[in-house]
Each structure stands twice: as structure tokens, then as C-alpha cells.
């Protein structure tokens, strides 16, 4: 797995996270779909909300970054190495000897 795939999943599994522990500490709380609010298990702590805003900031750029990355490398392999790197992907199709 290269670099960037792991801060891709690192970030999509701390950002919602980061984002329940805002709402939570912060005192807004989770309104599910209109009809459903959510217990606040935390309670509202000011610290810990502040760490979580930015946590889950933080986590969205570097999601950004390493999907903007991705696919810079893909397009790279795809217009100027051209290696048939999109072609290999596909289900079913075999990498050419």
C-alpha cells in the first residue's frame, strides 16, 4: 500500500471521529435524518471540542491532499508514462507480459 492510499484511510476513518466528538463536546449535538437526537455521552468539555474541531480540519486537508495526489499519479501514468496502469486495473483484463 503506498503512502498517500494510507493517509486516504487513515483520514476517512479519523474524520468522522474527530467530527462526533465536536458535535458532541461542543454541545450541538446529532440530529439523525429530523426525527432521532442523539444522547451526548460526553457532555460538553470546551478542551476537548477544540482539539476535536481541529483534528477533523486538519484530517480534511490531508484527505484533500492525498486524494489531489492520487490522482496526480494516476493521470501521470496514465498521459505521460503511459504504462496502461487503467487498462491492468479493470476486472478481468491481464497485465501484458
Do not use: C
Not at 39 to 46: H, V, Y
Request: without cysteine.
Amino acid at each position: 500500500m503506498h503512502r498517500a492510499e494510507q493517509v486516504l484511510y487513515a483520514a476517512m476513518f479519523v474524520m468522522p471521529i474527530s467530527g462526533y466528538l465536536y458535535v458532541m463536546a461542543g454541545g450541538y449535538g446529532v440530529n439523525l435524518f429530523g426525527a432521532v437526537e442523539l444522547s451526548n455521552p460526553i457532555g460538553e468539555r470546551e478542551s476537548l471540542a477544540i482539539v476535536a474541531k481541529w483534528t477533523h480540519i486538519l484530517s480534511g486537508y490531508a484527505l484533500l491532499l492525498a486524494l489531489a495526489g492520487h490522482v496526480g499519479l494516476v493521470l501521470r501514468h496514465q498521459l505521460i508514462l503511459k504504462d496502461g496502469l487503467l487498462h491492468r486495473m479493470l476486472p478481468g483484463r491481464r497485465a501484458d507480459r
